[in-house]
């Protein structure tokens, strides 16, 4: 079992940056799949972006690609969110993910697939 805790949220400018923070407990975080996924007001919740066990592959939806770069530290037991160019559309509720048994990377980016969440982090961008 891993409990997560996001930090870093806030509010910012359009156009600004912000990096988000996971830290998951336990000493099998390099098990884990870890996903961001958001979820604005009166919107389903969104997959964001997605890093494989070791870092090496990412996915991402495509509202953010180019702008946010997911990477995970394992020697820290953290996974982050770094959102760069960001836009009035990028404010919600983000949630940071993790699941042990993701074998396909397929799956990635369903949010069903993942077991564990995090409690989420505000995240507003002022035009």
């Known amino acids: 079992q891993v409990q997560l805790v996001e930090s870093g949220g806030g509010l910012v400018q359009s156009g600004g940056s912000l990096r988000v923070s996971c830290a998951a407990s336990g000493r099998t975080f390099s098990s884990y799949v870890m996903g961001w996924f958001r979820q604005a007001s009166g919107k389903e919740r969104e997959f964001v972006a997605a890093?494989?066990?070791?870092?090496?592959?990412?996915y991402y939806a495509d509202s953010v690609k180019g702008r946010f770069t997911i990477s995970r530290d394992n020697a820290k037991n953290t996974a982050y969110l770094q959102m760069n160019g960001l836009k009035p559309e990028d404010t919600a509720v983000y949630y940071c993910?993790?699941?042990?048994?993701?074998?396909?990377?397929?799956?990635?980016?369903?949010?069903?697939?993942?077991?564990?969440w995090g409690q989420g982090t505000q995240v507003t961008v002022s035009s």
């Open positions: 993910a993790a699941d042990r048994w993701i074998t396909d990377s397929s799956y990635y980016t369903d949010r069903n697939k993942y077991k564990y």
């Open positions: 890093v494989s066990r070791s870092g090496v592959v990412t």
